[in-house]
DNA sequence: CTAATATATTCATTTATAGGAATATAGTGC
DNA sequence: GCACTATATTCCTATAAATGAATATATTAG
């Protein structure tokens, strides 16, 4: 009940589902959702907590990046399945088309200097 | 999106999960719900409201009574596709089994008097 | 019409959640 | 070690959601 639960409350913020669509597209850093979102850093990184908690994402560090994908789904059934609905689910919604189209532009190397 | 969250904010919280779950059982009226979820009648009218307003339920009046099920999945392809996982999810949950267990002794003409 | 019953709505209070600002942590390069 | 950068955590505030009490609506019985 408590897994199931989580999966739904993850899902029930526009931003974290916007999240989960950009991911379908790419692995991301937290600064380049940043940007995408515009939202600050740390509401970001609330948010991919929620996301990983409920087993719908997950991270590898790469030096000073975190970088997140899309689970596999093992760590939840109910993850799993909201994952797989929404490769089809909210494709024709203005809103992600919107931050889908940004996202070519959003490159780490400009908004991560070193 | 709205549509797509609505489903999802309505499946957040455990006592409608378990009037989904029950009502997998029977067709039940407000006054049998709040008997079995042991919560005030005003909150089970809200529950169902939100439930309804996601497009998982719809109701019947029937002389005083309003008499809920499940909603065929027409109004929201969201609710369509957690309505029908949720028939084999959580099967297993101590929490459900609990409740169903209830349900066969609950019985309207026990707990409305006319 | 009035009385009684099942359900819905409103209101006030509490509790949870999202957001930003400031701060802390961790990794890199010197 | 220090400075710098990417991310995480804490704290505070504002907004949303859940709950119970009281009230309103609708239907039936008389």
Redesign the pocket.
Same mark, same amino acid.
């Given at each position: 009940m408590k897994a199931f639960l989580k999966v739904m =409350?993850a899902l !029930?913020?526009p931003?974290?589902v916007k999240i989960i669509k950009m991911l379908q597209h790419k692995v991301m *850093?937290? *600064?380049e959702m940043q940007a995408a979102l515009q %939202?600050?850093?740390? !509401?970001? !990184? &609330?948010? #991919?907590? %929620?996301l990983e908690d409920a087993g719908l994402v997950i991270?590898h &560090?790469d030096?000073?990046?975190?970088n997140y994908q899309l689970a596999d789904g093992s760590a939840s059934p109910y993850a799993a399945s909201l994952l797989g609905n929404l490769r089809h689910w909210l494709e024709d919604d203005s809103e992600f088309a919107e931050i889908v189209e940004k996202l070519s532009s959003i490159r780490r190397e400009d #908004? *991560?200097? =070193?």
């Open positions: =409350r !029930s913020d931003n974290r *850093c937290v *600064c %939202i600050a850093q740390p !509401s970001v !990184s &609330k948010h #991919l907590k %929620i991270f &560090k030096g000073m990046w975190v #908004l *991560c200097r =070193r």
